[in-house]
């Protein structure tokens, strides 16, 4: 199996002084689906900046074998005078490529997040939900290779964000890109991952890597599975003990 | 008889009417603010002034009386509103390329505005009576003078909210313009620029206002040429002929609205469009 993904024995510390993390190492093969959870201010999302290439590292080093990776921002991230569908077209815009082309693959990764019947409409008509579908189709459509997920869902209200969880996960199961999460919720890394990733408090480091043994598509019921519980369990532990 | 009679209000309008009403809503306060003004000034004519004292303020009607239907007053008052309406928006016009062109400088980097930015500052604090003279020595006195005035005095607005705009996209935005490779170009025409055009449209219903007081004062100083009505109003107060001078105020106020009005209602079109409203 390719390695995607490899973070090799990764430091970054801020000019200011801040460590953010020391000595990560951590890798995201194709077909795998790894969370990363931790304490806040543990260097989570600094993890996603490097990895994307948005940050440089100071120390370690990053290799990525992906031809195409996409990033899904905390917030929905979209432009506001653009509507949905031709928000999802911007990455395709911004690379040059043909109109007709990149309007069709939009609108078919809005019929994949279940938006199909709101192109036309503004962010601003959309609820949470809805602009964070947008967002993650606009991710989608660049057939990625390796995708970043930045705490997501984290702003969205608890129903949402379980119907988005399961929306996710049979997405992942669908196309089957090399996945990185950052998430604050123990459940909800376990429901979405094949492993978690605990990280301790600041300065960042990998403190446990625990797989998680179910098969995708993932139904929500297993939420409530007896081992499903005894796993957040082993997690929320393995956090507890680091934080 | 039908239910809406009833209780005197419409259950049921048809489109037609309710555009009538929403049309409504929105002029009301204006014609309400005008209303208050007129009553204010008829309070003053005839109750505040003494009748030997009421030619500093004289009723409105008279004012509309004595000018309205006089075409030796009326022609050359148009001609001059024509003047200072051209002078405005020639004004306005380069005021708005040159404070965006400054602005997009401005926002490429850090240090250009660091060094920039001071520059338009220096503008907007030299108070435009102490440059005005001058301005009329160096360029003499005729509408190339008057524009100058009128872009000194409106060039801030545009210069400062564009910048602010451009600057106003949210980082995680520019991390997705980044991770796609954006290039410089397509980050301010596709990012930056949109961002920007709610502060544009404030920065334009300013600069609006703006430069209709700039060809106003640039016409009271300048009088060579066609006068505008900064040269009449200065003529009007010279003879004391008060409902000339009413008129032309009146006049002016008039073209001040007009020009807010047109600005704000191109400012909900475009940014209305976002909110789904308008075209699709």
Redesign the interface.
């Known amino acids: 199996m390719t390695r995607t993904l490899v973070l090799d024995d990764v430091t970054k510390a801020f000019p200011t002084g801040t460590v953010a993390l020391e000595r990560v190492s951590l890798s995201v093969a194709a077909g795998e689906f790894v969370s990363v959870v931790g304490p806040s201010g543990c260097g989570k999302s600094t993890l996603l900046r490097l990895a994307?290439?948005?940050d440089e590292v100071t120390g370690g080093g990053i290799e990525v074998n992906a031809t195409s990776?996409?990033?899904v921002?905390?917030?929905a991230?979209l432009?506001?005078?653009r509507s949905a569908l031709r928000n999802v077209e911007?990455?395709g815009?911004?690379?040059g490529a043909p109109k007709a082309d990149r309007r069709r693959r939009a609108q078919e990764a809005l019929d994949l997040v279940g938006l199909s019947g709101f192109e036309?409409?503004?962010p601003?008509?959309l609820s949470g939900g809805m602009r964070m579908r947008v967002s993650i189709a606009r991710a989608l459509v660049a057939e990625p290779d390796l995708a970043l997920f930045d705490e997501p869902f984290g702003a969205l209200d608890e129903i949402t964000r379980l119907r988005m969880q399961t929306e996710l996960q049979s997405l992942f199961a669908l196309k089957n890109f090399a996945g990185l999460f950052i998430t604050h919720s123990v459940s909800e890394a376990v429901y979405l991952s094949t492993r978690v990733v605990v990280m301790s408090g600041r300065p960042g480091r990998v403190v446990a890597d625990i797989p998680v043994p179910w098969s995708y598509p993932r139904p929500p019921e297993l939420r409530y599975e007896p081992e499903f519980a005894a796993l957040t369990g082993e997690v929320s532990a393995a956090l507890g003990e680091h934080s | 008889m039908s239910a809406a009679d009833l209780n005197g209000r419409p259950q049921n309008g048809t489109g037609a009417r309710r555009r009538l009403v929403a049309a409504g809503a929105k002029v009301g306060p204006l014609l309400a603010a005008v209303a208050g003004i007129v009553a204010v000034w008829y309070l003053v004519t005839y109750v505040v002034l003494s009748p030997e004292r009421r030619f500093l303020l004289p009723p409105l009607h008279q004012v509309l009386g004595t000018t309205l239907g006089n075409p030796n007053v009326m022609a050359p008052m148009l001609d001059a509103l024509g003047q200072t309406v051209g002078v405005a928006l020639s004004g306005l016009a380069i005021a708005v390329a040159l404070g965006i062109g400054y602005a997009v400088v401005m926002a490429q980097s850090g240090w250009a505005e660091k060094v920039l930015y001071p520059y338009a500052v220096i503008l907007q604090t030299i108070p435009i009576l102490a440059l005005t003279p001058l301005i009329g020595i160096w360029m003499g006195y005729g509408f190339g003078a008057r524009i100058v005035v009128c872009v000194i005095i409106a060039l801030f607005p545009m210069i400062a909210n564009t910048l602010f705009g451009l600057q106003s996209a949210?980082p995680?935005?520019h991390?997705?313009?980044?991770?796609?490779?954006?290039t410089r170009a397509?980050r301010l025409f596709?990012?930056q620029f949109?961002?920007a055009?709610p502060s544009i449209f404030t920065g334009l219903r300013n600069a609006a206002g703006l430069s209709v007081i700039g060809a106003i004062v640039g016409d009271f100083f300048f009088q060579q040429g066609l006068p505008g009505v900064g040269g009449l109003l200065r003529i009007y107060t010279l003879r004391l002929n008060m409902d000339a001078l009413f008129m032309a105020i009146i006049l002016t106020a008039l073209f001040g609205v007009a020009m807010f009005s047109v600005f704000a209602a191109l400012d909900r079109a475009v940014i209305g469009?976002?909110?789904?409203r308008g075209t699709?």
């Open positions: 994307s290439g948005l990776t996409s990033y921002f905390q917030e991230t432009l506001e005078w911007l990455v815009e911004l690379r036309k409409q503004h601003r008509q | 949210r995680a935005a991390d997705l313009f980044t991770l796609s490779r954006a397509q596709k990012l949109p961002a055009l469009r976002w909110y789904g699709p």
